[in-house]
């Protein structure tokens, strides 16, 4: 075991140094970083070819084995009606936030910057209620794995395991089935991961070589505000929460998610650290219902740094434009893009899509100027995706301590490192594996034995 954990310890150490090589390649060869775009994405979509069986595995065994289908409904409403004031609360500050700075004043509009807006609106046409809502529906039971859709997979495993639910004992043998797949599944996520380097390497080089230090410059004053405005918003708004809700402090618990986050900065995608976000939080002492309902649902609706982004970023090129938002123009415009973000934070690019989208049905004369935010998008979704997967994880724990499935007492050995977090399977089978994490009436007797076998 120890030596597993040191192995991935030099992992991550390898990915802190492939960063800094890709940002050296970038500046030296720019031409050639450009060309190695491709390991970074072809790392990202190793990570994406495991989402749906984490997810279905997690859903299937979390609400499998609850005996009463009320509670995963308690469970799922509570984690909406959160997800909802949390966004309102994000898009709030960017607004204020936006207003103060007025980013955008004193830029010009180039030609070549009107055509990458136009782009950008093409690629994120808006999509309607009714369009969404359908989309959910996969087209076969199996398809929503083969297409990677997150929320069709939410809903083919919330049906699989309210049937199993149903089935009482004869379900027993199939959900010890998928708990056996499950583990396979952790450790192929577990084989991906020695990957993580080459594609650090590949995604920053691309980046930094396509975009130089000029765009970086000429845009600082909108890309620091940003940074700023969401570690802001996560320490003092999520911190506050975590602190006063679940008597945790919110430094201890990035702490615990410091490898994550450091995939997630190299990666520009919150969705690559999904499958780990669900584990660890099981580890945590979170249970199994409110980790596997929670999670995969936050990646789709509680999108805090999206919502962030979409805001300032509205602002700015509405100043740049010199045709700046009213108020209520703000105000409609932004809850329009917040609703419309839904499932974008795993996605790198999704949130200039989403914004461009967003001013071609409102504002279309506004489009042309979302040119302006091409050149450092990459390096906002940095933030954007931080933020989405802090908010996931401060979520989660909210929704476990509400709801009283949330091990306390555990959670208190885990952050102080005296439960490590298996890097080897990814999976705690003394804690997780069979039972909900903190279900007071089935599982009180693992919570008072933390010690690992």
């Known amino acids: 075991m120890a030596a597993g954990r040191d192995r991935t310890h030099y992992l991550y150490i390898a990915v802190i140094a492939a960063v800094v090589l890709g940002i050296v390649t970038g500046l030296a060869a720019p031409g050639t970083a450009v060309e190695l775009k491709p390991l970074g994405t072809g790392f990202v979509n190793l990570i994406k070819m495991m989402i749906s069986p984490v997810i279905f595995c997690t859903i299937v065994l979390g609400v499998g084995s609850v005996r009463k289908a009320a509670k995963v409904g308690a469970v799922g409403g509570l984690a909406l009606g959160y997800f909802m004031v949390m966004s309102t609360v994000a898009l709030a500050i960017g607004l204020v936030v ?38 959910i529906i996969p087209r076969t039971l199996v398809s929503a794995f083969t297409e990677g859709e997150v929320l069709q997979t939410l809903l083919v495993a919330l049906l699989c395991g309210f049937a199993l639910q149903a089935m009482g004992a004869a379900g027993e043998p199939v959900l010890r089935g998928i708990g056996h797949v499950q583990k396979l599944v952790f450790r192929v996520l577990a084989m991906i991961m020695w990957a993580a380097p080459v594609g650090a390497f590949g995604a920053m080089a691309a980046v ?61 995608s919150s969705e690559s650290a999904l499958p780990r976000l669900i584990a660890k939080m099981e580890h945590l002492g ?36 010199g045709n700046p938002l009213s108020l209520g123009e703000q105000v409609s415009l932004l809850v329009f893009m917040v609703i419309a973000s839904k499932g974008a934070a795993g996605v790198t690019g999704a949130g200039l899509a989403t914004l461009a989208g967003g001013l071609q049905s409102h504002r279309p004369e506004l489009v042309d100027g979302v040119g302006l935010i091409v050149g450092i998008d990459r390096f906002m979704s940095e933030a954007r995706a931080l933020t989405n997967f802090a908010g996931n994880a401060v979520a989660t ?5 509400w709801t ?42 693992d919570g008072k034995d933390p010690v690992p076998a």
């Open 404 to 445: 009283k499935e949330f091990d306390r007492s555990r959670a208190t050995e885990v952050l102080a490192g005296r439960l490590p977090f298996d890097e080897k399977t990814l999976l705690d089978d003394g804690h997780g594996a069979d039972a909900p994490a903190a279900v007071p009436a089935q599982t009180a007797e």
């Open 208 to 268: 930094v070589g396509a975009t130089g230090t000029d765009a970086l410059k000429s845009l600082a004053v909108i890309m620091l505000g940003f940074y700023a405005t969401c570690t802001v918003f996560v320490f003092l708004v999520l911190g506050t929460l975590l602190r006063v809700c679940a008597r945790m402090s919110i430094f201890r618990l990035l702490r615990y998610l410091g490898r994550e986050f450091l995939l997630i900065l190299s990666t520009s």
């Open 286 to 321: 979170v249970s199994r219902p409110v980790t596997g309902i929670t999670v995969p649902t936050g990646y789709s609706f509680n999108l805090d740094g999206t919502a962030i982004y979409l805001t300032m970023a509205s602002l700015f090129i509405a100043e740049a434009m």
């Open 98 to 135: 936006g207003n103060l700075l007025e980013p955008g004043s004193g830029l010009h509009l180039t030609d070549a910057v009107r055509s990458a807006g136009e782009a950008q609106a093409k690629a994120g046409g808006a999509e309607s209620t009714a369009d969404f809502l359908l989309g």
């Open 397 to 401: 724990v909210l929704i476990g301590t």
